[in-house]
T-cell receptor, first 111, second 112 residues
Framework: DTEVTQTPKHLVMGMTNKKSLKCEQH?????MYWYKQKAKKPPELMFV???????INESVPSRFSPECPNSSLLNLHLHALQPEDSALYLC??????????FGPGTRLTVL | GESVGLHLPTLSVQEGDNSIINCAYSNSASDYFIWYKQESGKGPQFIIDIRSNMDKRQGQRVTVLLNKTVKHLSLQIAATQPGDSAVYFCAEINQGAQKLVFGQGTRLTINP
């Protein structure tokens, strides 16, 4: 299995909702990442997990809460988001210092 | 500071022609570079990589060139096909920092 999967593909939520994005990989990678990508822009790093521990938080607002339950799974919990948080959220994984494999993303719309 | 940028935001080439996409980077500490292809509605897809101890690497129809003197990276695609139409991002890593930094991207359009 050489792919990163993400669910859901699309998500529409209100500003008072709580939702979660999920990411899974079975390549044995020990680093996992969340990126945010706005239209016509490059992906921007949000969080990095190494060996299931948060190693990088790029000053992301607390309404985004990452979680790494085990080495194959990565979640992003969303609460009280703003319309400007609408974007494509990408998950990636890698061996610790190597190319990153990206999932297809979750297209998030905040109303 | 760290920045990776591209010279041209859009590029159009005729099917069958060769294309060259350029990228400039400013962090001399970067030691690993990757080109990604992103099609509409999909995540970035790895194309080819190169480490800083190399100046050229070839794949299938793609070649990456690295010029560390002028901090320049390029992606050459030979005999372009309609399926090559996408946005291409260069990205750099300082492997000690574990952070992948993307350039702004070039939209490549292949004309029939």
């Amino acid at each position: 299995d050489t792919e990163v999967t993400q669910t859901p593909k699309h998500l529409v939520m209100g500003m008072t909702n709580k939702k979660s994005l999920k990411c899974e990989q079975h390549m044995g990678h020990r680093a996992m990442y969340w990126y945010k990508q706005k239209a016509k822009k490059p992906p921007e790093l949000m969080f990095v997990y190494s060996y299931e521990k948060l190693s990088i938080n790029e000053s992301v607002p607390s309404r985004f809460s990452p979680e790494c339950p085990n080495s194959s799974l990565l979640n992003l919990h969303l609460h009280a988001l703003q319309p400007e948080d609408s974007a494509l959220y990408l998950c990636a994984s890698s061996r610790i210092v190597d190319e990153q494999f990206f999932g297809p993303g979750t297209r998030l719309t905040v109303l | 500071g760290e920045s990776v940028g591209l010279h041209l935001p859009t590029l159009s080439v005729q099917e069958g022609d060769n294309s060259i996409i350029n990228c400039a980077y400013s962090n001399s500490a970067s030691d690993y570079f990757i080109w990604y292809k992103q099609e509409s509605g999909k995540g970035p897809q790895f194309i080819i990589d190169i480490r800083s101890n190399m100046d050229k690497r070839q794949g299938q129809r793609v070649t990456v060139l690295l010029n560390k003197t002028v901090k320049h990276l390029s992606l050459q695609i030979a005999a372009t096909q309609p399926g090559d139409s996408a946005v291409y991002f260069c990205a750099e890593i300082n492997q000690g920092a574990q952070k992948l930094v993307f350039g702004q991207g070039t939209r490549l359009t292949i004309n029939p």
